[in-house]
Every structure is written in C-alpha cells, then in structure tokens.
Nanobody, 127 residues
Framework: VQLQASGGGLVQAGDSLRLSCAASGRTSSRYAMGWFRQAPGKDREFVAALSWSGGSTYYADSVKGRFAMSRDNANNTVYLQMNSLKPEDTAIYYC?????????????????????WGQGTQVTVSS
C-alpha cells in the first residue's frame, strides 16, 4: 500500500491544521494507522494511533486534548485534526499503516510495529 500525507503548512501558535493520509494500492487489507512526527535533530516520535475499526484511539500525552485522529474507510483516508498548535509541534508528520486482520480495535504506538510509511508533510508553528 502507498500512503500520501498532505495538509501541512506554516501556521501561528493557536491555529489549527488538518492532515490527511490517503492510502492507495492494496487497500482491501485491514490497517491500523498511526501518525508520527520528527523534529530536526530528534528521533521520530509517536503522535496518535487509530485501530482499523476506528473504535480505539491513543494519543501521546503532548497532544492529548488538542489532536484528534479519525478515518474514512470508504475513501481510504485518515485524518489528524490538530488544534491549539504550539511551536513545539513543529516537525515533519508521517502517517503509517500496520496490517492487522485479527484485532479490529488494537492500536500501535511503536514505530517498529508499522509496515508502511508515507513521505511526510511539514508542519511549522510560529510563536
């Protein structure tokens, strides 16, 4: 499967952005999805995860209450709604997919668990 992330940009602190991740290719498989981010000089870190059923979500403490992940399985797209953005949210954001036929409500927070990655979209938040 191929993942295409979009929606990044330059915003001011307090603004909102919605990232999208469109999947193409073998979209008949069942995928748990995740968003990760990587700031310059730092490791890629977990942001949010969503089960393929859409019934379970999990967020990093740093974004809890501000970010919300959702999916539209009919259009093979997942979203990350980011509100109240802070300068420390500045990073390249990556979406990832994990094939999971067995556990419709399972989420994955470790980047090593994911099978496919998108190319990333830059989010820059100015103070």
């Amino acid at each position: 499967v191929q993942l295409q992330a979009s929606g990044g940009g330059l915003v001011q602190a307090g603004d909102s952005l919605r990232l999208s991740c469109a999947a193409s290719g073998r979209t008949s498989s069942r995928y748990a999805m995740g968003w990760f981010r990587q700031a310059p000089g730092k490791d890629r870190e977990f942001v949010a995860a969503l089960s393929w059923s859409g019934g379970s979500t999990y967020y990093a403490d740093s974004v809890k209450g501000r970010f919300a992940m959702s999916r539209d399985n009919a259009n093979n797209t997942v979203y990350l709604q980011m509100n109240s953005l802070k300068p420390e949210d500045t990073a390249i954001y990556y979406c990832a997919a994990k094939v999971d036929w067995k556990s419709p409500d399972r989420i994955y927070a470790l980047k090593e668990a994911y099978d496919y990655w998108g190319q990333g979209t830059q989010v820059t938040v100015s103070s």
